[in-house]
């Protein structure tokens, strides 16, 4: 099995990385999969809710550190100008 590009072995923990309310969701579904289908909609239901609000805090981040290198640049800028113009 590959992901991103990567082969992924059997024994690799597919959610490393997850926090624990997402990996005991994840734990849930799969045993309610099996003994109560109608049960494990709802913790998908919740996990779609997890993920969404993750998404948009990471597109929060994304639009903020969009301006952050420009602004860097701009800064780096004046501040040669500034310092040479104090020289001058």
């Known amino acids: 099995m590959t992901r991103g590009g990567t082969i992924i072995l059997e024994n690799e923990n597919p ?9 005991n969701l994840i734990r849930d579904i799969k045993i309610l999969m099996n003994s109560h289908p109608e049960l494990s909609v ?7 809710s997890i993920i969404s609000s993750k998404e948009n805090v990471y597109k929060n981040i994304e639009m ?3 301006w952050s290198t420009p602004l860097a640049v701009v800064g780096l800028l004046l501040t040669i100008l500034f310092g040479a113009m104090s020289i001058l």
Do not use: F
């Open 15 to 23: 959610h490393e990385g997850l926090s624990i309310e997402t990996k």
């Open 64 to 66: 903020r550190n969009k």
């Open 42 to 48: 709802s913790k998908l239901d919740d996990l779609a």
